[in-house]
């Protein structure tokens, strides 16, 4: 698969069935986190990967309302950082940055072996590093929900998450963002 049918094979599924989770795909998937670019290579990113089913039960209490989908998780990854493992140039902080295009390089490569790799962003922090023994003065960014997708849609999505089974959500067409040589007008 190339990396553009893989870009647009990924999709924010919420409807999973179980996946076997073993060594050789954490293994496979860390190793793309691993030759990651970062700034100064400094390689600011955690990943904790976690398929003990009693800690997944665990995770399933601290995810928002509208994540009760993430429930058929085989897997999740949580990933954590914190703004001195990274760049600091003035105002920019490049730890969010680098971690979050090592976690899309793993959804890619997740999305190749035909899993789905959801990141969210709806959980509560303090308790989930409580849970996986995260420090408090971490950021715990996302949670990746991994599974395999399955076209009975789970009963649990609202209307508009069913409908986002069916079509990709919709997006700004590429004029709302694209400059050409430089920005004459501001399109917000
Ligand atoms: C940082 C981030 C946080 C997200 N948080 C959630 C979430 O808490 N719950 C959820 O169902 N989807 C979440 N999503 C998925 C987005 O809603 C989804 O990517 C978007 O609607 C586009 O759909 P697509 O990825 O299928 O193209 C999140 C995605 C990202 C990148």
């Known amino acids: 698969m190339s990396v553009k049918e893989t870009i647009k094979k990924r999709r924010a599924y919420r409807s999973l069935v179980p996946v076997e989770i073993t060594r050789d795909l954490i293994e496979d998937l860390a190793e793309m986190v691993r030759i990651t670019p970062s700034c100064a290579n400094k390689q600011p990113w955690q990943f904790v990967f976690v398929y003990d089913k009693e800690l997944l039960k665990e995770l399933f209490t601290v995810l928002s309302g509208g994540n009760k989908w993430a429930e058929k998780a085989s897997m999740i990854i949580a990933v954590f950082s914190q703004p001195e493992n990274d760049c600091v140039l003035g105002e920019r902080l490049y730890y969010l940055f680098d971690t979050g295009m090592a976690t899309a390089f793993l959804i890619l490569r997740a999305t190749e072996l035909g899993l789905v790799a959801h990141p969210i962003a709806g959980f509560k922090e303090n308790p989930a590093k409580e849970i996986l023994g995260i420090p408090r003065d971490k950021r715990l960014i996302t949670l ?30 590429i004029d709302k963002f694209t400059y050409i040589n430089k920005v004459k007008e501001l399109i917000s």
């Open 144 to 173: 990746v929900i991994v599974g395999k997708h399955s076209e009975i849609i789970n009963p649990v999505l609202s209307d508009s998450m069913k409908l986002g089974e069916k079509q990709r959500p919709p997006r700004k067409s």
